[in-house]
């Protein structure tokens, strides 16, 4: 089940967030030398869940969270599943959901960042269609990896 996420629920999606990066990103945030910015994280899912131009999504199994996924107009900001989610269709579910949204909101493309050493996820959207486009930044945390950018079509 999909649902939108509701106020109060930010310490929830961070964790999730915190779970799955601790899992999929362990090679790039080595968890022994920089401790995960749980704090940051919770505020920063509390003004997305105050903003109104942004919708999040949370997705649950069995009556218990399983992933997070935060979009706006163009931008898919963020898709997390818990590890013992992952390869079950939980992040596909999410990932089809904001597009339809998108594609409602009549948007004609979608933008999102991932990690450059994130092979795992960068293979999930590759293989849904989406391609780099281009543009990269420095991500502000350290060690200050690389994000590159993707695009798809609507």
């Not at 401790?35 to 069995?62: F, G, H, K, N, Q």
């Not at 079950?88 to 050493?117: F, K, T, Y």
Request: charged fraction near 25%; proline fraction near 6%; hydrophobic fraction near 40%.
């Amino acid at each position: 089940m999909i649902r939108e996420a509701k106020p109060g629920e930010a310490a929830t999606l961070a964790e999730i967030q915190r779970d799955a990066s601790l899992a999929a990103l362990a090679h790039i945030f080595p968890p022994e030398v920089y401790s995960y910015p749980i704090d940051e994280v919770t505020r920063r899912w509390e003004e997305s869940l105050a903003d109104e131009a942004v919708t999040v999504l949370l997705a649950e199994e069995d009556g218990a969270p399983s992933g997070v996924a935060g979009c706006r107009s163009e931008w898919l900001d963020g898709l997390y599943v818990l590890p013992q989610w992952w390869s079950r269709g939980v992040g596909r579910a999410l990932h089809d959901e904001v597009l339809d949204r998108l594609r409602g909101d009549s948007c004609e493309r979608c933008h999102l960042w991932v990690l450059e050493d994130n092979d795992r996820a960068r293979q999930f959207y590759e293989r849904l269609g989406w391609a780099e486009n281009g543009t990269s930044r420095v991500v502000p945390f350290p060690p200050n990896p690389i994000d590159v950018g993707y695009t798809i079509a609507l």
